[in-house]
């Protein structure tokens, strides 16, 4: 890809205001879904089984709604970092003031973008009307505390994609809040270039909010969720390794279908999806779209030069290969200097501190990834 786009000239009045942007930090639930309990209606309780009948000391009962998420595999070292337990014992990442202490404070993170962690398996959901409510009335918690908790902390807002109309009126609606700076859009089993999101992708490009996309722990598991190829996986470890290859075919499907000529203003961001891949899908691209462009008369750019404008990656999880130079060429073909931006993860288990993450990559891009990168994809909202 070297070969195809000139290195792009830095600006001379990059973004310098920040020390560090985490772009994907995790904020929980201390009570669960039953901490939604205040911003749902009372007919919407009832119907999710989060009324009056649940008690706000319990674990739930057999009727409260579930969002589906991964009890196929079990991860032994734990999903969650114990060590980001608050003092009053409440579940990693539940405390705001905790969360900002142990991870904002101590890492010198300026802004830290929140994705929901109870969210991320909304689009596995078979009910567009259940995940719609739940994914407005999360905004609204997420919002009161946590947002207002900090003035560092930034917000991702949650639609679900099972009805793309209700899905672009939430995300008018919380997008008054700006203090969002990004639409998080949990995957289901059609693939992000199809028409289905279009009214999605246009609410988020009229707004200016990149769109964002996680693992949602369910992948190859819930029939409504992102397939794995070749069948389910035995293992746990068979099972995360595995996850980059959903984030690879939505990334080709957007280039295929042409979604970025039609929201040229729109941008995705691939959280915790891996960069080795990268390279492979770009070169197959570049070179398969010059036989068959006929089949795609809307692609008028090389595809690479689609991924590089509109599509961002993250550093967690960062490869770690034997020989440094590896990364580097990656990060060279990748064009990180302008598509990475620095994640730690927190809580979970794969936490990456960016006191050791950030020393692996050349030295030339890490202000890049550290901070202006992230300025540039969230804008002013940031």
Request: with cysteine; proline share 8%.
């Amino acid at each position: 890809m070297t070969d195809v786009l000139a290195d792009p000239a830095l600006a001379a009045d990059a973004p310098t205001r920040y020390d560090l942007v985490d772009c994907d930090v995790h904020p929980i639930m201390k009570g669960g879904l039953g901490d939604l309990r205040p911003y749902l209606s009372r007919a919407a309780q009832h119907r999710l089984g989060l009324d009056e009948r649940r008690s706000l000391t319990a674990q739930g009962h057999r009727e409260a709604v579930s969002i589906p998420r991964n009890t196929l595999y079990v991860n032994q070292a734990g999903v969650l970092r114990d060590d980001a337990r608050a003092p009053d014992g409440s579940a990693p990442g539940a405390d705001p003031a905790f969360t900002a202490e142990q991870l904002l404070d101590a890492n010198g993170i300026s802004r830290a973008v929140l994705i929901g962690g109870e969210v991320l398996g909304l689009g596995a959901m078979p009910d567009p009307d259940a995940a719609a409510i739940i994914a407005s009335a999360y905004n609204d918690w997420l919002a009161e505390t946590w947002l207002a908790a900090d003035d560092r902390y930034r917000g991702t807002l949650v639609v679900g994609a099972q009805d793309p109309l209700l899905a672009a009126k939430e995300i008018r609606r919380a997008a008054a809040n700006e203090r969002f700076v990004a639409v998080l859009l949990p995957l289901t089993n059609i693939l992000m270039g199809q028409r289905h999101y279009y009214p999605i992708y246009e609410a988020a490009a009229e707004i200016g909010l990149p769109i964002t996309v996680h693992p949602n722990s369910g992948e190859g598991i819930f029939r409504t969720s992102p397939p794995m190829a070749g069948g389910t996986p035995t293992y746990y470890v068979e099972w995360h390794t595995g996850l980059s290859q959903v984030f690879a075919a939505n990334v080709i499907s957007l280039v295929c279908h042409g979604v970025f000529e039609r929201f040229p203003n729109l941008k995705v961001v691939v959280t915790e999806g891996g960069l080795g891949w990268v390279p492979d899908v770009l070169w197959r691209l570049d070179k398969n779209v010059k036989g068959l462009r006929d089949e795609v008369p809307w692609m008028r750019r090389l595809p690479s030069e689609y991924v590089v404008d509109h599509v961002r990656f993250t550093t967690q999880p960062l490869p770690e290969p034997a020989r440094r130079h590896h990364l580097h060429v990656l990060c060279e073909i990748a064009h990180a200097e302008r598509t990475l931006m620095f994640s730690s993860d927190y809580p979970h288990w794969d936490f990456d501190d960016p006191r050791h993450a950030l020393t692996a990559l050349p030295a030339e891009i890490r202000e890049r990834v550290k901070v202006d990168n992230a300025c540039e994809t969230y804008g002013p909202r940031l």
